[in-house]
């Protein structure tokens, strides 16, 4: 009889663990050929057979034990079993997890119930009081060691092929968590080992979601292992090199050690770049990019490379931010589509700041990211964007991000052929996209085979199709930016209605290639063109006045939704015609025209005897007159009826007008003038609220309208004390669920928002919460100074920043927050932060700090400091970049210099202040600080 036998006869007799491991231990002391370790060996691979294979050990049959298998896996007595000879220890942690995780490997024990007992009597067993010091986990040998841990990691791939259950898969995760956690010195296995071990973690990595423990723990072995491989790059080791050099020579500076260490200064950066694409100093205009850019680098003080490096990991950490939104998103189309040919600009720009050469550090700096610990982040994306496919096509060998990055700098010659082909060999000089195939194919260049694409031939349905697959083709982005903007200047140069109004069209139901435009050109100077288009445009001498106003009413739904997405205002599009569409006139404020148009355009439109719209009348008035009057006409038509001169039908029939092409483009104000009316009048005329479902509710309601005053109608029909006074049969749910879906609202995006004056204080928490969990900061600063005074909106914003400096959060990370807070560039109009700052609230802070104990005192004036030193430096480097683009004004209102100057009085009057003494100590003990702002030196 074998160890085997005996074990399986007492499975089959109901033995108890007890009971098994007495005639295990009597067995064992009448076999003298067994050596203890055997013998354990033995009692681990016969638990584990029992329940699936025996082909781990080869001296033992298995015949018997897979019919066993078959019949009771994951049975809890066997469990038992297990559990009750670790705890004699006749059978060691060690052991059994090795044997076990050996065993593994064959598809014969792939049963999710058997894994899970297996894996949770392991880490169980490891947490036990009684076993923690005296029964480890895993062997002290390194080698055998790592060999667990490899056997871990294809556990938990198995796992995760096998079985959905988060039961089962965290057993294992927590498992695989307890041998790398318990793992000690690993230096000594061998290289080849090592890359084994690193290509299975990296494998899990890219494929597989992993809590947080795991995929650290994971990062860190990886990277410990890839010191003792000759594979890592050279350039790997010299980014460390300088990285740490660097730090330890700006070491005690006011401005921050370790300056190039965090992407947080990148993060925001871009994030500013992107969510600010219709104002000054965006991605959408090349030299305010480069800019950005320019002073970001120069601020963090660090070498060339290692900006690189952050820049690329903080670009990673913004598409895992937005991952959610898929192939489509508005990062990949920046970071693919728009960021290399920024760099190509910056790239001249930075070769007269660095020492290194910039294309070599460009180059460096990727190859470093695709090779090092930050690869598991691209991993990650890879994966879950793979995840998130629905279309099988989208799901290939050749989807991955590193891949997509080294082709679009390929593209744009920030890295050679050689670079691209030694970190991907997939990469060839003929690496063509579908289109630029598709255009070689006609024996045509790319941009006249985009721009045949869209002319008023295709119609908007096969141009949306079209659109989306130039979407997914980055190389082919600027391409169809420069297509659009020369015909969107040629259609209304040369007055083409059709041409415009069918681009017009196209843009505006496609939401997506707006935001793409919007990161290469100007968006207000598109609208401002097309605004001035249809301001001057007038149906007097053409053919078919009723088809060019439906085209030009395309061209001004362009315009109003454009203008509302991107929040343009009146004095960037130099017209003032998109204001007060809502407003009802009376008689006496309309000129003779005017009132004239109106009683002609009321008669046609509301009266019994009308034989319609006629074409004389769309001659006689401008567009933009009829724009201005819409309003006015549908009130009077809504109050004639309430006093009975006009009955319902003729008013319906009137406003059916409204919802055709010809007159659908005046809807925005003529919806927003019914919601202020029934908000203001309290119901006293139903016409106005039965209007108002007849426009909402029909299929001809153009979505652009629905999305311009959706918020208004949601916001109405939330009003309590209007649902008590609306009739019964006003179908609320209905109404509520159109508008929901013109404004993509749905359960999972329906966030509880703070009252109006609480929105910045929430604005910032919400900031500081995603610099900790490592994700993107956002904070809109316009929103928050629409809410509150620029003054009181500093005070909250230090008093949020000094509550975090308090619990120990890095005074770093505050002052990098500050920076893109105080010194990010605004619109024109908006009120400069950082002279509010430095000059109107810091005096009163540092009487504030003055009164505070000691050990917040010292805290706070260090926190001041910081944030006046990184602030004002990063605004000088802006001012200093600004000036080499030949471009001449200041963006502060006041150049850095006078700042300084008069921060310089400030602090000398502020003798008896401890506050302003370690300020100015800590400014004028700065090397950097004092050599672009002497007058610290001089004057304090």
Known sequence: MSLLDLTRNAFQSGLSPSEWIQLCTLFIAHQPAYAVEDAEKTLSS?????????SCLRHLKSDSVLILFRTYPGDPALQAYIRRALQSRLLSLRTFIATFLQAARSPELHNSATLEILCKTAWETSFSHDLRSSNPPISENPDAALGTIRDALVLLQTVNTITTSPVVIDSASKLLFLLLDSTADITSVSSVQAMACIDDAKALLQFLPLSADVTAALRSLVASLSLLTDEVPQVSREVQRIYTNHTSLVKGDVLGPGSGGDNLPCKLLLYHLVSSRATNYTCAVDSHATTLLLATFRAMSCPLTVFYVNLFTACVTCLMHNLSSGRRSLWRAFVLGRLPSILVLFQKDVETDSTSDPSSALRDAWGSVCVSHHTDHIFQYDHGLTAMSTDPAEITSESSFAREFTQQLLSVGLVDQMFAARLDPALTNESFSRLQSEARETNIDLEPYISSKLSPDNNVEDISKFFGRVYEDFACHPVLVQVIRKRFALLTTNYDIEGIGHLAKALYTNYDILDLLSLHIKIPELVAQALA???????????????????????LLFIQLVAARYDLQPRQLGSRSLLGLDLVHQADELTPEQNTACDTWFKALFDKGSEGIEDGILRSTRPKTLLTMAATLCSRAAMACFIHNIDADTLNNGMSYFLGPLLNWTLVGIVKMLLREIRYTKLQSLQHLN???????????????????GSGILRLLSDPNLQRSLPDDFDIP????????????????????????????????????????????????????????PTSFLQLFWT????????????????????????????PGTPPLL??????????????????????????????????????????????????????????????????????????????????????????????????????????
């Open 533 to 555: 288009f249809f301001e001057s445009y007038d149906c007097e001498s053409v053919g078919d006045p009723q088809t060019a106003v439906s085209h030009l009413g395309d061209v």
């Open 691 to 709: 209007v108002l479902r007849l426009l909402v509710l029909s299929q001809s309601c153009p979505r652009p309208v629905l999305c311009l005053c």
């Open 734 to 789: 209905t109404i509520r669920q159109k508008v929901d879906e013109a404004l993509g609202i749905n359960e999972e995006s329906l966030i509880l928002t703070p009252a109006w004056q609480d929105q910045p204080r929430d604005a910032i928490d919400r900031a500081m919460a995603a610099i900790r969990s490592g994700g993107v900061p956002a904070i809109d600063v316009p929103r928050c100074l629409a809410v509150m005074s």
């Open 46 to 54: 016969q638990s584990i057979l029992l329940i699936s294979v025996t």
């Open 835 to 940: 002279p509010i700052f430095v000059h109107n609230l810091s005096p009163s802070l540092m009487d504030s700090i003055d009164q505070q104990s000691a050990a917040n005192q010292s805290v706070h004036s260090e926190l001041l400091a910081s944030i006046i030193s990184s602030a004002m430096m990063f605004a000088f480097y802006l001012e200093r970049a600004i000036s080499a683009s030949s471009e001449h004004h200041t963006v502060f209102g006041e150049s850095t210099s006078s700042m300084a100057s008069r921060l310089v009085v400030d602090l000398r009057h502020r003798k008896h202040s401890s506050t302003a003494k370690v300020v100015a100590q800590r400014l004028t003990s700065s090397s950097v600080f004092v050599a672009n702002f002497p007058m610290f030196k001089t004057e304090i």
């Open 800 to 827: 949020e920043f000094s509550i975090a400096a308090s619990v120990a959060t890095p005074i770093d990370t505050l002052r990098y927050m500050a920076v893109f807070v105080l010194a990010s560039p605004r619109l």
